[in-house]
């Protein structure tokens, strides 16, 4: 069965590009345009992986990391920052949130399959 993953962010061009990739490369994909959609379509559902844009209006993606992390059903769920963010402090507060990976925009569509790789288990 297909892994699902949570891709979060505000631009619709890049919410399509990383789910094209992950599609392609068999990963089911729910999309969201910032924190505060993304925590409306979790409600409850299993998901293996979130990708998530820092800078987004409603809900950033560093409050949305946290406030993933207090739910129970998703407190293990791995979390991935994809970010033009290069900000040390950014970082930081994304690592002791809890995220797994920080992940430089632009990026190579293989670059994102690989992380995905390393925090989803098959």
Do not use: C
């Amino acid at each position: 069965m297909a892994k699902t993953l949570l891709v979060v962010d505000d631009s619709a061009s890049i919410r399509q590009v990383v789910s094209m990739t992950l599609k392609d490369a068999g990963y089911q994909v729910i999309e969201a345009r910032d924190g505060v959609d993304a925590l409306d379509k979790l409600n409850g559902q299993k998901v293996n992986l979130i990708i998530s844009d820092v800078n987004m209006p409603n809900m950033d993606g560093l409050t949305f990391l946290e406030e993933v992390k207090k739910r129970p059903a998703y407190k293990f769920t791995p979390f991935v920052l994809l970010t033009t963010e290069t900000e040390q402090h950014k970082r930081e507060r994304a690592r002791a949130a809890g995220a797994k990976a920080w992940v430089v925009k632009p990026f190579q569509p293989q670059q994102m399959l690989d992380a995905v790789a390393k925090l989803v288990q098959p």
